[in-house]
Nanobody, 114 residues
Framework: QVQVAESGGGLVQPGDSLTLSCAVS????????MGWYRQPPGKQRELVAH???????WYKDSVKGRFTISRDNAKNTVYLQMNSLKPEDTAVYYC????????WGQGTQVIVSS
């Protein structure tokens, strides 16, 4: 069964940057469209970015221009580079397929606060 493990979160100040990583077990990673999701406190989980296998990407409007999703198929890892972080980016971040079809990992907490 495929498993994901997110890491890289932390407590940062507004304007700072973070890079999240998601290691995926299983040999199907290279043929899977991947996404990053987040769940802000008290709110539902939402898709913030995805990258399909041909390299095309999509971003939620509120993160466009600040977040970049990338992947390294050799390492079975997907990344989310987050720049110019805002307090409203505070959330638990998860990775999964673009459709959210795998079991969810534990996520990684990002807190943006001064």
């Amino acid at each position: 069964q495929v498993q994901v493990a997110e890491s890289g979160g932390g407590l940062v100040q507004p304007g700072d940057s973070l890079t999240l990583s998601c290691a995926v077990s299983g040999s199907i990673f290279s043929i899977t469209h991947m996404g990053w999701y987040r769940q802000p406190p008290g709110k539902q989980r939402e898709l913030v970015a995805h990258r399909i296998t041909d390299g095309r990407t999509w971003y939620k409007d509120s993160v466009k221009g600040r977040f970049t999703i990338s992947r390294d198929n050799a390492k079975n890892t997907v990344y989310l580079q987050m720049n110019s972080l805002k307090p409203e980016d505070t959330a638990v971040y998860y990775c999964n397929t673009r459709s959210g079809g795998w079991p969810w990992g534990q996520g990684t907490q990002v807190i943006v606060s001064s």
